[in-house]
């Protein structure tokens, strides 16, 4: 073992090929469904919507690795490999034989492991002459990501940026704007889904739904112009595993493997980035890693939720997708971590989830908060209230080791910086931060309404 801190790779180090854990999986996840059909959709009908490679991707089931292009490459050599430490401040105060490490993608350009999959997407829409992409976001993390790859790539991109984030936080909407996307505050009035909620209601303040409802019906009526997903779909997954990758690598030379792997878990794109290439092991070695996903208690899809086919957004105008879900009409409550504010999880993670090749845990806000400013105390750094999920997770499992005495070595992934979230530190720290418990009532009315609208 050896006793760095931070263990670096050489840019001729970052992977050349991220990893498709479906081709390995004896369980292959169903693939999206055309709701009316029923039947898969294809690369055609998919391609409608999201880029061709993108929509390739999202259908590969059999080829283990798929080559990343050079040019991807080239522009993840503006922050990539990223750093792996040993949080050795955080085993100090934890006074436990465990050895956490952590993958730091927070040093990325825009803070956060969005990028990962911003870049190749952008990318590929250049490669099919796309000239415009367009999004949602909440938080605006995924909004700013590709704004940022758009801009290095000639593409165009526009937002909808849910109307009440885009009012409360205005400093998320120029970042997003500094690095050249165009955000329109959802509803907007240059889609007809917009002006339509609008007319009704004007002076409604915007939810997810609409936000997807206006970037689809946008990339659809537009040439050129396609929609681009920052989570859930398993090619955004794919593209992450570029971290697990670089993390299995540096694991190798502090001479360690990890016996647990975490990651926090909204759509599930950054747990799946630091745990497939690890879970590979598991499927084709015989290794034993235990994955952990952690999840808000307040959104507990994967603790608490139902394996059941779902639309991936509110509005419902997405493929129908075989996951643990919360159903999509849930309205999960705004605690911090906005990127994890999401009814359901993705479905390659769902069906290993079913296969027992992962665990999950349900986190409480106030605890995220704790360990953030333990974490941030003793390595440094800030961590998102997205990542801050992971950390508590890493926290309770280097306890555990010392309550039995068993050395243990802890690998989670950092997602995130939290600069930008200081508003929750505010109220963390003096004391307004508040649970959100749910009731198994209130869960049970949504899955019945599920159950109801999808047999
Ligand atoms: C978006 C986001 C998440 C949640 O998304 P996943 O797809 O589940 O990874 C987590 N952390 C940060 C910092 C984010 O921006």
Known sequence: MSNNKRFILSENEIPTAWYNIVADMKNKPMLPLNPKTRQPLTVDEMSHIFTLEASKQELNQTDRWIEIPDEVRDLYKHYRPTPLVRATGLEKALDTPAHIYFKNESVSPVGSHKLNSAIPQAYYAKME???????ET???QWGTALSYAGKAFGIDVT???VKVSFEQKPYRRSIMQTFGGHVFASPSDVTSAG????????GYTGSLGTAISEAVEMAIGTPDCRYALGSVLSHVSLHQ?????EAEKQMDMAGEYPDIVIGCFGGGSNFSGIAFPFMRHNILDGKKTR?????????????RGEFHLDFGDEAGYTPLLAMYTLGHNFKPASIHAGGLRYHGAGTTV?????????EAVDIKQTDTFKAAQLFAQTEGIIPAPESSHA??????EALKCKEEGTQKTILFNLSGHGLIDMTAYDQYLSGNLHNYEISDAELKANLDELNRIIK
Not at 129 to 135: A, F
Not at 195 to 202: C, V
Not at 350 to 358: E, P, T, V
């Open 195 to 202: 002006r339509a909620i609008l007319a009704r209601d004007p």
């Open 241 to 245: 595993t570029v971290l697990g990758l």
């Open 129 to 135: 002459g796309i000239k415009n992409l367009t999004t």
């Open 391 to 396: 950390i508590c997770a890493a926290i309770n």
């Open 350 to 358: 769902s069906q290993l989830l079913k296969d027992n090749m992962m």
């Open 291 to 303: 994955f952990i996903a952690a999840e808000p208690a307040s959104c507990p899809k994967l603790t």
């Open 138 to 140: 909440g938080a605006g």
């Open 159 to 161: 937002i909808f940026m």
